[in-house]
């Protein structure tokens, strides 16, 4: 089995400041591990993948997200919040076989205040 | 760049009307998905296609809906009578299971349906 938890529904930063969004995985396999981002109205982007080589993986518009499997965590960052990032992220898990769906998490919803 | 086309963009319809939702998947791409997200239920997987084989339609209420891939270059997903609480995006979403499994989705712009 598989599953993904965000443990924020809505996070505010400041323009600027720096982007935590976090996320928790479990997963019977070697996950394969992705952020998402979907802007309103908008269909699902890729910002990043994991998929067992470095685990400090770097993706668009400077985010960037490193995976702990101690911590079984695979937290989104980004230095400094530019007024664009506003959106939804989605961390989502696969299982590494391809066999099964992937699993998404319920979402963060990023604001970006001025 | 590549992308994956879904058909029609908005619907509105009317309660126990025939919906049928259209997508056509990235060339290449081995690996289908149907998703629909409401703000209520976030996103939820309806239906999972690879090679064009159904490998996942739990979530799916079969009473309903139904999804399949006549071609490779065609994906559809029914919903017949419609109701109200059909109302959401439906979104598809194509990908690659490579050999490390990872499948790298690329999502269409969505569906939005509205049932009256």
């Known amino acids: 089995a598989q599953s993904v938890t965000q443990l924020d529904s809505h996070v505010s930063v400041s323009e600027g400041t720096p982007v935590l969004l976090r996320c928790n995985y479990s997963?019977?396999?070697?996950?394969?591990l992705f952020w998402y981002v979907q802007h309103p109205n908008k269909g699902l982007q890729l910002l990043l993948k994991?998929?067992?080589?470095?685990?400090l993986v770097k993706g668009i518009n400077g985010f960037e997200a490193e995976f702990k499997k101690s911590e079984t965590s695979f937290h989104l960052t980004k230095p400094s919040a530019h007024m664009s990032d506003a959106a939804e992220y989605f961390c989502v898990v696969s299982d590494g076989t391809g066999r099964r769906a992937l699993t998404f998490g319920s979402g963060t919803r990023l604001q970006v205040q001025p | 760049d590549a992308r994956v086309t879904q058909t029609p963009r908005h619907k509105v319809t009317e309660m126990g009307q025939e919906v049928t939702m259209r997508c056509q998947p990235i060339l290449g791409h081995n690996t289908v998905f149907w998703y629909r997200q409401t703000m209520m239920q976030g996103l939820e997987l309806l239906a999972y296609f690879r090679n064009r084989a159904p490998l996942d339609d739990s979530g799916m209420p079969k009473d309903r809906f139904s999804a399949e891939m006549p071609d490779a270059t065609l994906a559809t997903l029914k919903i017949q009578p419609s109701e109200p609480r059909d109302s959401a995006v439906y979104f598809c979403?194509?990908?690659?299971?490579?050999?490390?499994?990872?499948?790298?989705?690329?999502f269409g712009a969505g569906s939005r349906l509205t049932v009256l």
């Open positions: 997963s019977s396999y070697s996950p394969s």
């Open positions: 979403a194509s990908g690659l299971v490579v050999s490390s499994g990872a499948n790298v989705l690329t």
């Open positions: 994991y998929t067992s080589a470095a685990t």
